[in-house]
């Protein structure tokens, strides 16, 4: 399906609602029969028809067959976050006794529903270096039924050969998740290299003005439909039409803000490594990143996020760059307007910080729709405040 049809015209039929162009917000919990045989087949199958705004509703059903057919998948559901969509993902295909094997470093509430949640209903989790294949099949057991993967992972990037693991799952009949975030179907298909559920949190770059969260699941027909009728109408966790008519708006300029977000990107990348404060930039299209030739076969872009490394003997160093940035903010999430920094050190105690340790001393940073000279000025301006410490 062509981008330009999905993105402007699909699953939208304009003759229901007055011809206007955009979609009304269906802000209904219930919907009215006239029959009660109507009645009677809506509640043998709520995937069918309207009945209760948990389920279906018109507005979020425009927005899930976009995102599914941009996923290039059979078909899509739509939650009120990025976490709830791991939640179900991962919750409807393991029992009691079953095993996963997740990359490490997965995005943290991926890796709190592992560590906490799961372990009291007996599942456990292997957790390998995702950038060698065969670590996965080492890790494989009897009992495994997920394999979790995130590609490029949110903050150093490491990927996973995602066609070669789709295919090593497939014969051992374990389902594969990947979180596809960083790139968003516009850049990377997992779909398309064999990976059976494909999410992302769409408060990123789908959503992209920073004022809605939201999450995307897409998979099979058969699988989508098994999660609709367990895991997205028990928890509840399905998106609310105004957030759904939202992402739709999201949705129409969506490659033109990745467009321009990855122009600067290059040119915010290009002033980094040849500063001389930065020690390092890490960005998976770079000639300089290790998994270069994986990335180039499968992403067709990279995105707005950058991690980099500035020589710094103690936080303070990293805390006056921070704070003395004028424009980007300071804040967790990415993928709207604004550029975003966010250090490390943030994470840690100021006590625990190691300046030997490269990955403390790592700052991320999140290039919005600001001009490419606009960042960089304020860059400059961090780097000038901690020039003026020493
Ligand atoms: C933000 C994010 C999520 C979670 O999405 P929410 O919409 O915040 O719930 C999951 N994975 C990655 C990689 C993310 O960056």
Same mark, same amino acid.
């Given at each position: 399906m062509d981008l330009s049809y999905i993105l402007n015209e699909f699953a939208e039929d304009r003759d229901q609602y007055y011809r206007a162009v955009a979609p009304p917000i269906?802000?209904?919990?219930n919907f009215a029969f006239a029959k009660v045989d109507d009645l009677r087949k809506a509640f043998e199958n709520e995937y069918s028809t309207w009945l209760y705004s948990r389920g279906l509703n018109p507005t979020v059903e425009i927005l899930r067959k976009k995102l599914g057919a941009l996923d290039g998948a059979e078909d899509c559901l739509v939650f009120n976050s990025g976490a709830a969509a791991i939640f179900a993902a991962v919750l409807a295909n393991v029992k009691s006794g079953d095993h996963i094997v997740s990359v490490k470093e997965p995005y943290s509430w991926a890796q709190r529903m592992f560590e906490v949640i799961l372990p009291r209903f007996n599942v456990t989790v292997t957790y390998v270096d995702g950038t060698v294949v065969e670590n996965f099949e080492q890790a494989i057991r009897p009992n495994t039924t997920v394999i979790y993967l995130e590609s490029p992972n949110s903050w150093f990037f490491q990927l996973q050969d995602l066609e070669a693991i789709a295919a090593i799952a497939k014969r051992k009949n374990i389902v594969t998740i990947c979180d596809n975030s960083y790139c968003s179907p516009i850049y990377q298909k997992p779909v398309q290299m064999g990976i059976d559920l494909v999410l992302q /949190?769409?408060?990123?770059?789908?959503?992209?003005? /920073?004022d809605t969260v939201a999450g995307v699941l897409s998979g099979s027909r058969a699988m989508i439909e098994r999660i609709f009728n367990s895991e997205y109408m028990n928890i509840g966790s399905g998106i609310q039409p105004f957030n759904a008519w939202l992402l739709i708006r999201g949705l129409r300029t969506l490659p033109a803000r990745l467009e321009k977000i990855t122009k600067t990107t290059g040119e915010v990348i290009r002033f980094l490594q040849q500063h001389p404060r930065v020690e390092k930039v890490i960005f998976p299209l770079d000639p300089s990143f290790p998994q270069y030739e994986l990335a180039k076969k499968q992403m067709t872009g990279g995105c707005g996020l950058v991690t980099f490394m500035i020589r710094a003997a103690e936080s303070a160093t990293i805390e006056t760059f921070c704070e003395s940035l004028k424009h980007i903010l300071m804040a967790v999430s990415w993928g709207g307007h604004e550029s975003l920094i966010l250090p490390k050190c943030a994470g840690m105690r100021p006590d625990a910080f190691d300046p030997a340790n490269e990955g403390h001393r790592s700052l991320r940073l999140y290039i919005g729709l600001e001009e490419p000279a606009y960042i960089i000025g304020d860059l400059e301006a961090g780097f000038a405040a901690i020039e003026a410490l020493s």
């Open positions: 269906v802000q209904a919990s /949190s769409a408060t990123k770059y789908i959503g992209g003005h /920073s």
